[in-house]
């Protein structure tokens, strides 16, 4: 299946949500509908959504306004309601309310220690019901700036990459004080480290300016044509953390803090696949410094049965909010300012099957 692409060129929110919203409102509805199923099977109480997603679209008026304008403007362009577009933009702060676990989810390697442009890949993990979600787009947050993303119908973003040089991988996390409210979603940060950073310090900044509930990471990289730079920001209801590169450059991440204070309180359970998945990706490292890609696909594949499940697949009869599947492979490539992805899992992918945006 190809995933569906928009082109964007409207810079005003309003009239770029109506867009985005249009384009994608057939899938954008059905991405509500799953994640109301989803929240219903981890006993989210129905009741508690659309005051969840008024209060998200409250937090994002708070902490930037055109961001709430944009996201009402999807509403209506996808024919939906403004709290339903707010709450799948939350969904990773609802999941936090109910303490719903991340395992299963993304790892992500970087390296930026060699000559030219950085080297990243990562797995996108996620519910397999969620597949026809994925959505690719290309828009102009404002006239001198140009991002390319993926996301999901109807959120905001989530990896991506601005014309400025500066990209970003997403992977979840879970702290022991996510959950008590509903604080700006993490895809509205990203969102906007995509549309305004420039530096890893720029990122950082504006990571650390928003209130949040849930946590999350996000790799930063950036490529001014010469030099490299990256850091992992950590962010958490207790704070904000910048873990830099070790001294070859590598940068890896999983679903637990590295930062030693918040990873104090570190809500992964210690038997989590994200350890084994931490541990592998460091095992294998050379294959991320390697000037050939091919290296960069090889060290995510590996699946549960050799140890860690970089590469996850569902497990026949779970029900379906346990079902696991790395549904996208994808890097950036900050050279030529673009995204290059799979359309699946590592081990599917050949030489062939790469595309770009």
């Known amino acids: 299946m190809t995933i569906p692409r928009s082109h964007c060129a409207e810079t005003d929110p309003t009239r ?4 985005l919203g249009t384009a994608h409102a057939a899938r954008i509805r059905d991405n509500i509908a799953a994640y109301r199923r989803l929240f219903e099977a981890v006993r989210v109480d129905p009741e508690d959504l659309r005051p969840y997603g008024e209060q998200a679209l409250a937090e994002i008026e708070r902490w930037t306004p055109h961001l709430r304008t944009e996201l009402v403007a999807v509403a209506e362009g996808a024919g939906a309601q403004a709290w339903e ?7 990773t702060e609802i999941l936090a309310t109910v303490g719903a676990t991340a395992e299963g989810e993304c790892s992500t390697a970087v390296y930026v220690g060699g000559p030219g442009a950085p080297h990243t890949i990562q797995t996108w993990d996620w519910h397999d019901e969620m597949a026809a979600a994925k959505t ?19 959120v905001l973003a989530k990896i991506g990459v601005n014309d400025a040089g500066l990209g970003v991988h997403f992977n979840i996390l879970s702290h022991q004080d996510d959950g008590e409210s509903i604080g700006v979603p993490v895809h509205a940060v990203a969102r906007r480290v995509l549309d305004e950073a420039t530096t890893v310090s720029e990122a950082a900044d504006i990571a650390r300016s928003a209130k949040v509930s849930a946590s999350t990471v996000l790799t930063v990289v950036t490529y001014d044509g010469r030099h490299s730079d990256g850091a992992s920001i950590e962010l958490s209801p207790r704070g904000t953390a910048v873990v830099r590169p070790d001294t070859d450059g590598v940068l890896i991440h999983t679903n637990h803090f590295l930062d030693p204070r918040l990873a104090l309180g570190e809500d992964a359970a210690a038997a989590a696949s994200t350890h084994p998945r931490y541990k592998r990706l460091s095992d294998r490292r050379d294959l991320i410094m390697s ?10 594949r590996v699946h549960e049965e050799d140890g860690a499940p970089l590469c996850c697949h569902p497990k026949p009869g779970l029900e379906f909010q346990l079902q696991w599947r790395t549904l ?9 300012r673009r995204l290059r992805y799979h359309d699946g899992g590592p081990c599917t992918a050949t030489d062939d099957s790469w595309n770009h945006l």
């Not at 690719?136 to 119908?153: I, N």
């Not at 000037?291 to 995510?300: I, K, R, V």
């Not at 996208?328 to 030529?336: A, E, N, R, S």
Request: without cysteine; neutral net charge.
């Open 16 to 19: 770029r949500g109506l867009a």
């Open 136 to 154: 690719l787009t290309a828009y102009r947050p404002s006239a001198d700036r140009t991002v390319r993303a993926f996301t999901e119908a109807g």
């Open 85 to 91: 577009i707010a709450m799948v933009n939350a969904r």
């Open 291 to 300: 000037t050939d890609p091919a290296n960069w696909l090889e060290l995510l």
């Open 328 to 336: 996208l492979t994808i890097g950036i490539d900050l050279d030529k």
